[in-house]
């Protein structure tokens, strides 16, 4: 029965050229019926949908990366290729292609389709955006491109209410029809000569079957003017960016206060229903506090990528990209890497996520592995704390010393993320090719609610899935080094010192001890390692502090009598570079889909840290801050 | 058809080099830039002067494609992978371009519209497009 009923299951493939709306007729089509997952052995998102179709029939829907070719230059493209010519284990060849072009701008598309037509595949062409290409004046025979095509047309507009209805019919009656499952092994990359001359035909078509706009988007013409001027370009970009960030930090907080007192306050629900002891220690500091540490930063993710998908949807990310390929370029980064770097400055993990936007393998990786250079959210609680008990409250210039050490540290942050991938450039890359930057810079377009919402929704999915599953391991690893063994009944001590954390941290009495640390620094390091701010509180507990969190200031006091400030300095320092959290370091690893990158990450940033540290305790202990 | 130069179209060529991003001339650091400009010269199967790369021209230049050739060092990518990428966003024999915007730095990158498509590419990539 079961094997029946995947024989008969129609399996739909989208496919089309980047900015075709794919993914918005892909979300009109499915709604939130999605599914998100990668591909097997890559980290490129495989997305498919269930879709119903106005007769009761079940297709499932597959979302391909968009591709200009099947000759396939990155991770993503080579997917296209290779579902489309069913070359994927497990993976059967789909029963339809159903083509997306975007009716305003046809003729790259159309080249692609001639391409497409040659592997004998059934095909079904949607001319997307119809709405917007009617307005414009641009007038296509549907009949007459059917004809010379040789493949069923079928106009759609996904982002409008019955927009897909035809589109609807005609997949329900290529659904009930038998389809043939046969993986094509002959297909060839088609040479220079052989594009130009799928060129010529699908220009010869456009001829025929196309009456072109009098003149092309003035809007976009007219926006185009402003926001890719080269001064006031720039400078609007920089609006935009601080916007972002603002929002990122101020529209956040009321969201991140909440979820973090719903935490404590289930952990004061644990800790009264369950009597105290290793479980209630198990639940309330390992489970709860250690994934509330996480989930608190939900709200900061939501609102990055409600700009990123508002931004991309707009049209306004590759203009983004085009401002700051230069600039980025002298770094040995991508224009593209600008949003991810930047949305890390709220956290790493979201901003190793939108790396996504980068298709080069290459650019990719660079600025995943610097992205934790960036200072995150997470470093301020820690950079507050040292700073407010070590830096003189005095003006500097007219300037606050405290914020200028700030100010400091974050440029300290974005300097050496620079520095190391312009290195890395040299180190890991030194013989590739370095890749072009060519991209369509596609006609503005308001965003789709719907569509923006359940891109929001993935993401939250994707991000809450995580922190159920690796960062939850994690932390309960954490908790159990802070936790074991149990302190003795006529203890003395906070339990921490007693633990197999203390152990570490005195055993690493002799390796850091140069950078001025001491033992219940070390100690702290580690619970930091779940999220950095935790290491206050755990600097609260080594010092035996009541109060955990709440009583930062008692900290502060405590630490301005207990260290010299060439230590504080040494700290913070060692706080800009550190492989702090363990949660980066998993995402880390899942977004390249390798331990070696991970490990590579992991390791430089312990070896900055460390020599950074080393040279600030040493300098500043010789000018007197000893 | 290959054609030697003169001493004084290599110069003049340098001069137009100079007003792109010099850097991307430079094959190997220390190399001057001048041979670079000169080789690239010879290498153009152009009949006549008049067809030059879209990477040269500037801002509001409007024009057709006349050829797609990739002269030797312009891009990191070998000559029939650029061909083919161009070829894929529409640079083809007979389209319409129009340098629609450039970047500040070094007036890089440049957005060309192409019949109805606009895209965005390096002056070093766009080398390889002469058009008229």
Known sequence: MAANAEASERRFALIGTPNSGKTALFNALTGSRQKVANYPGVTVERKSGVLQTPSGRVVKLIDLPGTYSLRARSPDEEITRDVVLGRLVNEAVPDLLVFVADATNLRVALRLLIELRRLGRPLLLVLNMIDIARRRGIDIDIDRLSAELGVTVVTAAAVRRGGTDDLLRRLDALAAAAGERTPDVAWKAPSASELRAAQREADRIIQIALRPAAEPDTLTTRLDAVLLHPVAGLVILLAVLFIMFQAVFTWAQPAMNLISSGFDGLGDLVHDAIPAGLLQSFFQDGVINGVGSVIVFLPQILILFLFILLLEDLGYMARAAFLMDRIMGGAGLHGRAFIPLLSSFACAIPGIMATRVIDNPRDRLTTIIVAPLMTCSARIPVYTLIISAFIPDQKVWGLNLQGLVMFGLYAAGIASALGVSFLAKFLFWYDDPTPPFMLELPDYKLPRPQSVLIGLYTRAKIFLQRAGTTIFGMMVLIWFLASFPRPPVEATEPAIEYSLAAMIGHALVPVLAPLGFSWQINIALIPGMAAREVAVAALGTVYSIEGGKEAAEQIGHALASKWSLATALSVLVWYIFAPQCASTLAVIKRETGSWRWMAVTFSYMLALAYLASLVTYNIATVLGAG | ?132
């Open chain 2, 1 to 132: 058809m290959h054609r030697k130069i003169t001493a004084h179209e290599a110069v003049s060529s340098y001069n137009r080099s100079k007003l792109l991003n010099t850097r991307a001339f430079r094959l190997t650091p220390g190399q001057p830039r001048v041979h670079i400009a000169v080789s690239m010269t010879r290498h153009r199967a152009t009949d006549s002067p008049q067809y030059s790369p879209l990477g040269q021209a500037h801002r509001g230049f409007r024009g057709r494609i006349h050829a797609i050739d990739v002269p030797a060092g312009i891009s990191d990518l070998p000559a029939a992978e650029l061909e083919g990428r161009l070829i894929e966003l529409g640079f083809t024999e007979g389209a319409y371009v129009e340098i629609l915007h450039e970047g500040v730095f070094g007036r890089d990158p440049i957005a060309v519209r192409v019949n109805d498509a606009t895209v965005a590419l390096r002056r070093r990539e766009a080398m390889a497009i002469l058009v008229i």
